[in-house]
């Protein structure tokens, strides 16, 4: 599986279902660090990288709009997104500095035979977390691609797919299974790539202590 590890350095954010990159999107350093949070939970996804812009198309023209794929790393903040539930939007549990890595770089379609039969695992310090197959996926990525597209797509938009079962939020104990310091994250997905990412401290991240008391943090 895979096609080795780039390491790099970009603080991202994820926007809901989709994210604009832009042109710097084939050059960008991708991070290598993910600060800890007390519940973090990785969700390995494929990404589509949209080439062609595009709006109000179908299933049959989506194809023509693709370049290619990634690998990206939906990470989560489980606590804020139990509170964020209330309102049905979950928009800072998954966009907090350093979360959604993306990388290590893009695959065009023409060297994946097949992007709905492609072997997805999560591994943490080397133990397999989650493990599945994009011949899974409840809609097919030309569909996907196509229901977005009334929005209005530009070269450089991407869209995660979802992740593959076993989430650490939804084992016996998931409080065994969050992200901890020290701890190195793998989302892999073959022929694709290998993004790999070490998790590290509020304090080592920032150089300052946790902050403490209310804000959007608490």
């Not at 960008?28 to 973090?40: C, D, G, H, T, Y």
């Not at 695992?121 to 977005?148: C, F, I, W």
Request: include cysteine.
């Amino acid at each position: 599986m895979g096609r080795g590890v780039v390491s790099s350095m970009l603080n991202a954010r994820s926007l809901a279902c989709t994210r604009r990159v832009g042109d710097r999107a084939m050059k960008a350093r991708l991070p290598e660090r993910v600060k800890s949070w007390p519940v973090n939970d990785p969700l390995p996804s494929s990404v589509i990288i949209i080439g062609k812009p595009g709006k109000f198309f179908g299933p049959d023209e989506a194809a023509d709009h693709i370049a290619g794929y990634t690998v990206f790393n939906d990470i989560t903040a489980r606590d804020i997104q139990r509170r964020e539930m209330k309102s049905g939007v979950f928009s800072f549990s998954k966009a907090i500095d350093t979360f959604c890595p993306i990388g290590p770089w893009i695959v065009t379609k023409d060297e994946i035979p097949d992007p709905h039969n492609l072997a997805m695992e999560l591994r943490v310090n080397g133990d397999v977390r989650q493990k599945g197959n994009t011949s899974r996926m409840v809609l097919s990525m030309p569909q996907l691609v196509a229901y977005h597209s009334p929005q209005g797509f530009s070269a450089g938009d991407i869209l995660t797919t979802g992740t593959i079962s076993g989430v650490a939020a939804v084992q016996p104990d998931p409080f065994s299974c969050y992200l901890r310091p020290g701890d190195v994250v793998e989302a892999e997905i073959e022929h694709v790539g290998l993004l790999r990412n070490r998790v590290v401290s509020w304090t080592e991240g920032h150089g300052t202590p946790v902050p403490e008391g209310d804000s959007l943090y608490s």
